[in-house]
């Protein structure tokens, strides 16, 4: 069965390029969420969105992440003038949100270096 | 305030034996949920086992248990007869609230197993 999809699965770009992360959820899962994690660290929450509410943005580390998703389908987070401090994994995960007890299911993540 | 902790950075322990992996954590909801995820080196996040704050029963998935202690807020993971594959990164993560909203993590213990 078709789970997370991200793409790319990396990317490497010079600093100060802006780049473009996709992500396409679980069909059927309404709650997406977008995840930066940094070598040997834990999950950096970024953004969540949840069917056609307004999306939290709230762990977005600056102005120059983005992030749209267009209804239950595919989202993309944008990272604008990139610097070398963004060169991360970044995980997507998808979930039902209807019963609280159904996991997060993730993407196999875009690993991204800025040179 | 809302908090995932796992004290143990890293373990090494001897195939075929068991191993316990501590989640700790704080919120003062009544209603929450515990998660435990797997990632192995090749990066998926894979997920394990789930615990509900209501649930009587400790939660079991094939290998894998949850010790859940409400009392002493904690959630650990028990592994038993382990295996090669199961040398990763564990991470516990907890929802709160009634919907799977957004996931506080835990930094992650990095389990290494010696055959």
């Known amino acids: 069965g078709a789970g997370v999809s991200q793409s790319p699965s990396n990317k490497v770009t010079e600093k100060g390029k802006d780049v473009e992360l996709r992500c396409d959820p679980i069909?059927?899962?309404?709650?997406l969420y977008w995840y930066r994690q940094r070598l040997g660290q834990g999950l950096e929450f970024l953004i969540y969105?949840?069917?056609?509410?307004?999306?939290?943005k709230s762990g977005l580390p600056s102005d120059r992440f983005s992030a749209e998703r267009t209804g239950e389908s595919v989202s993309t987070l944008t990272i604008q003038r990139t610097q070398q401090e963004d060169s991360a994994v970044y995980l997507c995960?998808?979930?039902?949100?209807?019963?609280?007890?159904?996991?997060?299911?993730f993407g196999d993540g875009t690993r991204l270096s800025i040179l | 305030a809302q908090k995932i902790t796992q004290t143990q950075p890293g373990m090494f322990v001897q195939e075929k034996e068991a191993v316990t992996l501590d989640c700790t954590y704080d919120?003062?909801?009544?209603?929450?949920?515990l998660f435990w995820y797997k990632q192995p080196s090749s990066g998926e996040m894979i997920f394990l086992i789930y615990?509900?704050?209501?649930d009587e029963q400790n939660a079991t998935e094939g290998r894998y248990s949850l010790n859940f202690q409400k009392a002493r807020k904690s959630a650990n993971l028990v592994i038993s007869a382990s295996q090669l594959g199961d040398s990763a990164m564990y991470f516990c993560?907890?929802?709160?609230?009634?919907?799977?909203?957004?996931?506080?993590w835990g930094a992650g213990t990095k389990l290494i197993i010696k055959p």
């Open positions: 995960a998808s979930s039902l949100v209807s019963q609280s007890n159904q996991p997060q299911h």
């Open positions: 069909s059927g899962h309404t709650a």
């Open positions: 969105f949840q069917g056609n509410s307004a999306p939290d």
């Open positions: 919120t003062s909801d009544q209603s929450y949920g």
């Open positions: 615990q509900g704050s209501y």
């Open positions: 993560a907890m929802r709160v609230g009634d919907s799977n909203y957004q996931l506080i």
